[in-house]
């Protein structure tokens, strides 16, 4: 029964033959695409190649499957260039990923990082994209139209779903549940975000963390609505980690041990706690001051005082049991307070750069913590910019955001209008009228189609579509439950029991081909007593 709801899942998350960048029934019927997308940057900590970088956005949970030793995430698509040197014996003892939410894939802020290894472009394969999806098609190592986590939120006839709430998860494992069912939970893997589904996408399937609540599986984030530090799983407070606690007077206690991180010629920070204001000191003589009574700020130093918490906590027992021990380990952060410091301030503002200066050096230091507990040789990392590039470039095209919306004024929700573009949903106004939705996106394409955008129509219902899909929900919970994640303990036992026969195998060959034929060797011992006799 359990594998029949897998397999449906599977199926119903691929029939559709679209492009790789869609879901059917989620992306919406009419959407506007860019047809030269734009790439993004990312960072490889300890990488040791010389060759010039170009990895797909659906490689990086490959690669850190590769690193850590693990099978491919989607062994159709497997990682062509060598990045690190390992071998089937050799490989990292920890992983550290982590994702910039930016407006913008620049990473010459992260001075100390780039130093540590090698930048490289991170090819954009799928749109609509936002940080929610592209996190999770980085861990997954599958496009949207596999996962099915096409943004923060998506409309349905029911009314807006979001991502990771409920029902809404996705239907394939990632790069953290492949490390944890591969040593039945003795891994440690670490989740942390200021944002809810930046960290469900990151941490553990929700399935498997309630299969296996008591398996070494964190995953957290910052609550805005309750002012503290939660667990994704159980929304209350952390355990396992007891530096995050994460009330706002605990995290306004931090910031001043924080600030002391930072004292050298490269910067210089200090905490003023009557005020709550937060000053970074910059070679290029650029005083910088954060009031944590912004949202943005706080939410800036909420997310970097925890980076501190977690890089304390592995000092302490028993999770310095964890990190001693022979099993890898996975480490998850996702910034999602650079893009709103972006969009406050303004991209190329004195606050962007010195926050990017901030979560570089909170960085570094986290990694010559892990470098002390697994070995240089034996961390591996990724810092990848998850970039809502191609979308913020698109919706500020206000003459070609004006000329859908002219079209399309009579079938839309006012009330939200100019909430749809560059995805429309009309299923609530067309109803099953698939001839309405041809004709107005062919209006649409001939109307607004320039060199530079492509427009894509579907007709597919998401009532129906949706249905399908979570046709094995568990109704108690709201969980999507498939039960045959990939079989990782049989994967390991063939793949060893393989490699010792055919070691023996060889040995036997290579015995049998080096072996002196005389009267005195083996073979012939007891026929040359015979002889002589």
């Known amino acids: 029964m359990r594998t029949s709801v897998f397999l449906l899942l599977l199926i119903a998350a691929s029939w559709a033959a679209v492009p790789a960048g869609y879901y059917e029934g989620r992306s919406g019927n009419i959407i506007l695409e860019p047809k030269n997308l734009q790439n993004s940057k990312l960072l490889l900590i ?51 990923f982590v994702a910039l939410d930016s ?11 780039r130093a540590k290894g090698q930048v490289g472009t991170l090819l954009t394969e799928s749109f609509p994209n936002d940080g929610v999806s592209a996190l999770t098609t980085f861990v997954s190592s599958l496009p949207p139209a596999s996962h099915g986590i096409i943004g923060a939120t998506w409309p349905s006839l029911q009314g807006p779903v979001s991502a990771y709430h ?35 996408a990151m941490g553990v399937h929700q399935y498997l963390h309630h299969s296996h609540p008591t398996w070494n599986n964190y995953a957290y984030f910052y609550s805005r609505e309750n002012r503290r530090i939660e667990n994704v799983y159980s929304s209350s407070s952390p355990s396992g980690f007891g530096g995050l606690e994460g009330n706002v007077h605990s995290i306004l206690a931090k910031l001043p041990r924080f600030a002391a991180l930072f004292n050298s010629p490269d910067l210089v920070a200090s905490f003023d706690a009557s005020s709550e204001i937060f000053s970074v000191q910059l070679p290029e003589n650029l005083q910088v001051s954060f009031n944590l009574k912004n949202r943005e700020d706080w939410l800036l130093f909420v997310e970097l005082t925890s980076i501190m918490s977690v890089m304390e906590s592995l000092n302490t027992e028993p999770l310095s049991e964890l990190v001693r ?18 969009r406050f301030y303004g991209i190329d503002s004195a606050e962007a750069k010195a926050a990017m200066r901030l979560i570089d050096a909170i960085l570094s230091k986290f990694i010559s913590v892990l470098v002390s507990f697994y070995g240089e040789d034996g961390l591996s990392g990724q810092v990848v910019s998850i970039r809502d ?3 913020y470039s698109l919706q500020q095209n206000i003459p070609l955001k004006n000329k859908v919306n002219t079209i399309l004024y009579n079938y839309l929700d006012q009330s939200v209008f100019d909430s749809y573009f560059p995805a429309y949903y009309l299923e609530d106004f067309a109803g099953e009228n698939n001839q309405l939705i041809d004709e107005l996106c062919e209006e649409i394409r001939a109307t607004v189609e320039v060199d530079s955008i492509d427009v894509h129509c579907f007709d597919s ?20 439950t498939p039960a045959l994640f990939p079989k990782y303990a049989q994967f390991n036992i063939i793949l060893y029991t393989s490699i010792g026969l055919i070691l023996i195998l060889y040995w036997i060959i290579y015995s049998m081909f080096t072996m002196e034929v005389q009267v005195d060797s083996l073979l012939y011992k007891t026929s040359g007593k015979l002889h002589t006799s």
């Open 46 to 96: 300890n990488s040791k190649t010389s060759e010039a970088l170009e990895i797909p956005e659906t490689q990086i949970g490959n690669l850190i499957a590769h690193l850590l030793g693990l099978s491919p995430l989607d062994s159709n698509n497997l990682l062509k260039t060598d990045l690190k040197a390992t071998t089937l014996f050799r490989k990292s003892a920890a992983n550290l």
């Open 103 to 113: 407006l913008t894939s620049d990473l010459e802020n992260l001075i100390s990082l």
């Open 166 to 200: 409920a029902n809404a998860v996705p239907s394939v494992p990632s790069v953290a549940d492949s490390l944890s069912l591969a040593f039945s939970g003795q891994s440690l893997t670490v989740a942390f975000s200021g944002n809810f589904e930046l960290a469900s």
């Open 325 to 342: 021990d022979q099993i890898p380990d996975s480490y998850f952060f996702a910034i999602s307070a650079l893009k709103e410091i972006q």
């Open 389 to 391: 590039l191609n979308t």
């Open 461 to 480: 219902t998401p009532e129906i579509y949706l249905r399908d899909f979570y046709a094995g929900s568990n109704s108690s919970n709201g969980t999507v």
